[in-house]
């Protein structure tokens, strides 16, 4: 998915994420079940946000049996989509999609 294709409520969530201080997702209250699902996969497919586990204030996207709850960030590519600089965000990403060799994010 290219970033033109994203919807106005993909668009709202990347923006929100650009703002929040450690580049987290928080989903709309009245974003919920399989709308919430689809709207994030598509996110998450096109690699424009990336699952991270959920530590500390964190809000939390969903729970996974083996890897505990688990949250959503934006990545450098879903800054990029919103026409906002990876380094500008104040917020220093530890861990990416796109590293080969992730660091361990501390809970």
Do not use: Y
């Amino acid at each position: 998915m290219s970033a033109n294709q994203l919807t106005d409520t993909q668009l709202v969530l990347l923006s929100a994420a650009a703002q929040h201080p450690e580049g987290a997702i928080e989903l709309a209250s009245d974003l919920k079940g399989g709308t919430a699902k689809k709207t994030v996969g598509r996110l998450l497919r096109g690699g424009f946000v990336e699952e991270i586990p959920a530590c500390g204030a964190l809000p939390v996207w969903r729970r996974d049996d083996d890897a505990g709850p688990r949250a959503l960030r934006i990545t450098p590519h879903g800054l990029a989509a919103i026409g906002v600089e990876a380094g500008a965000t104040g917020w220093l990403m530890t861990q990416s999609i796109s590293d080969q060799s992730p660091t361990p994010i501390p809970c």
